[in-house]
Structures are given as C-alpha cells and as structure tokens.
C-alpha cells in the first residue's frame, strides 16, 4: 500500500550574500536521480562560471545522494542534505550555487550559510504531502446518474465519464475515504453499481489543506 510523504511543489530560486560570497539556492521537485540529475546539470550549464554547484537530493524510493563540489568536505553537501532530512521531503533536488567574494567564511561560516540557503529554497517552493489515493471505476444506469452525480464530484476527482448504454465513471478518491465511497455508491444505487479498484496513484495537497 502507498504511504504518504512530504514533498515540495514548486520550484524556486532564493538569493543572499555572506561577506561577498554570493549565495543562490534552487529547489526542484523531482522523481528519480535521471530528473535530478537533468536538473543539476542545468544549473551548472547556466552557473558555469561559479566557484561552487552544491547539492542533495532525497527520493521517495529511497535514493539519497550529495556533492561538496570542491567546498571542504562536510560544509555543503551534507548541510543541503541535512535540511531535507530535518524537514523530512522526499523526491526533492537542492542546488546551491556560490560565487566567492574574497573573504573566506571559515568551516563553521560555511555549514551555516549553505545550510540557510537550502532551507530558504525549500520554504520558497513550498511543501506538502503526497497523499495515497485510490483509482476506482463503477458503471450507473442513466437514471440514477443524478443520485450520484453530485457526491462523486465532490468526494473524488472525476478522471473519465463515458456516456455509453450506461454511464461509466473512473474516480480517484483519497485511501482514507475510499472505502466509505464505495459504500455510499452501493447504497445510492440500490446496490446495482459496486465501485472496484484498478489501480493506485499519489495526489499532491498543498500543507495546511
């Protein structure tokens, strides 16, 4: 069965600078390390000129993955990846981009400052869950197309409706709910029409929804 997890939504570019080194933060959601690898050599293409390209990534298969990119081992890498540990996203790339200002920022100086434009990134893109839901089909007779009509488009996300010698629908509706869908179809039809699964897929819900 599918789990939920946390992910980021968009993607988003932040920008500060620490004692002239400029620092530019870049977050991309993505699904497998081909994507974020796509991504990152995008990144590097545009930032060709710049010192350093850090970056992690995290996915929800499991993969982890991250580069100091010539930055003293354990001051870029390890701190991007920390920030999406701690705030536990899955299925996300972060790249820093760092162009030196002259003024070395030390060990400590650079943790810090890798560490605050991952987690601006992130926050800019924003996050939520990717929530498990389940793919249902169930057919209805024309007249009693109207006693489920308005439940199923306001319980479930409507993926098809076919108009054949009998209306035909393919709805996703959120794990928690499906069960309770299915009841109420049955019960809304008599009993004639009995919602069965053909499938599984995430949905992404905005946090705070």
Do not use: Q
């Not at 991007?80 to 790339?93: G, H, N, S, V, Y």
């Not at 162009?99 to 943790?111: K, R």
């Not at 108009?163 to 309770?180: C, P």
């Amino acid at each position: 069965m599918l789990k939920p997890y946390k992910t980021v939504l968009t993607s988003s570019e932040t920008e500060f600078t620490e004692k002239r080194s400029r620092f530019i933060g870049r977050c991309f959601p993505v699904s497998s390390e081909e994507e974020a690898m796509a991504k990152l050599s995008e990144v590097r293409k545009l930032h060709y000129d710049a010192t350093h390209n850090c970056w992690a990534y995290a996915l929800a298969s499991g993969g982890m993955r991250f580069s100091d990119d010539g930055e003293p081992g354990g001051t870029a890498g390890m701190p991007i990846m920390d920030t999406l540990i701690r705030r536990e996203i899955k299925d996300a790339l972060i790249v820093v981009t760092r162009y030196f200002g002259g003024i070395l920022l030390g060990s400590g100086g650079l943790v810090r400052a890798y560490s605050k434009s991952a987690s601006d990134a992130l926050t800019t893109a924003g996050c939520g869950v990717m929530s498990p839901c389940r793919v249902m089909e169930f057919a209805v007779d024309y007249g009693r197309y109207g006693a489920v009509e308005g439940f199923v488009k306001a319980n479930g996300i409507v993926d098809s409706v076919d108009f054949l010698e009998n209306i035909r629908f393919r709805v996703t509706v959120a794990e928690e709910n499906a069960d309770g869908f299915i009841n109420e179809i049955v019960e809304r039809t008599d009993g004639r029409a009995v919602p069965r699964s053909v499938g599984e897929r995430f949905i992404a819900i905005p946090a705070g929804e």
